[in-house]
């Protein structure tokens, strides 16, 4: 009979193999996209809705926390989280599609990178175990992969179907977490290797749903010809430095 320890046990194993391997697949074919696009000052901004979302993220799953409920906890984080990665649309209404998109895949980079730290600190001070770290890791691409998964959907698709990409971060998310609360919840080994086989399903559908998501950011890419803002600026020094080296 399985175990809720042993199947976790497995659940990890195919986290850090299926999982890392979905990951960088995925983020081949958004860095693809990412690279057809003009280059714009992402970093800060990306950094700043990234904490952010964080801090608001954990601000509305602290009642969950204190309480104790385990499962809710689970699809909150999912809806939650995958919600405040989308600061950037709201915030940068009036930028460019391409560079909003940009912008949200950097605030889920830096949410997943910060959030990353803070919990392989406590598998250090709790003296759990070190291939946990691992699977932080992979979670750190999945929290890019799943923004870019959301935003491309959300500005290249057109009707419900904009939101197909953001349900799939949602549930991949929520089911990413359920089999490890389950397990603190008490579920029987059985029910939490449905959750893992369910969780695994998503994570083997991630690269899919990442190519068709920067197919659909392709729709975002600038007319030939459009200039932004740091083109602009180096024209502008480019010229500025002719004119004062002619005779």
Sequence with gaps: MLTPEKVIE?????????????????????????????????????????????????????????????????????????????????????????????LVIGAGLFLGIVEGIMYTAGIFALNQEPYLVAVRVVLMGLHTVWAAISVGFLLGETGWKRFTGLAFSMVAHALYDLPSLATVDGYSGNAIAYLAGLSTGFLLATPLMAKRAAELAGKLVPEEGEETGEVRENAEETEESEVTSSP
Excluded: D, M, N
């Design 10 to 102: 497995y659940y990890f194993g195919i986290i850090t193999v299926v999982g890392g391997l979905s990951v960088l697949l995925a983020i081949k074919y958004t860095l693809r996209r990412w690279r057809s696009f003009p280059g714009s000052g992402w970093k800060v901004q990306g950094f700043a809705l990234g904490i952010l979302g964080l801090v608001v993220a954990s601000f509305l799953e602290a009642p969950l926390l204190f309480l104790k409920t385990w499962i809710a906890l689970a699809f909150a984080a999912g809806i939650i989280e995958e919600s405040v990665k989308l600061l950037p649309l709201k915030f940068f209404g009036r930028s460019p599609e391409w560079e909003r998109w940009k």
